[in-house]
């Protein structure tokens, strides 16, 4: 379980909460390459627009879809 996109998701939100919403973002880096067509690809983006609005990136949240 390990290697899932899931807990690597999970990871980021985690690393966020721990050591500073700016990192999160970059956590998610790893999984960027991903197809569209993965089943975690609305848990990728849904939790990438709440860290990077987080952090004040708001009109790039917005993009994030």
Sequence with gaps: MTGSPVVAINRA???AETRGARRGPRALDALAGRPRGSP????????RAGLLARIGHVAEADRAH
């Excluded at 975690?40 to 939790?47: E, G, H, L």
């Design 13 to 15: 939100v985690a690393v």
């Design 40 to 47: 975690t690809i609305s848990r990728y983006w849904a939790a």
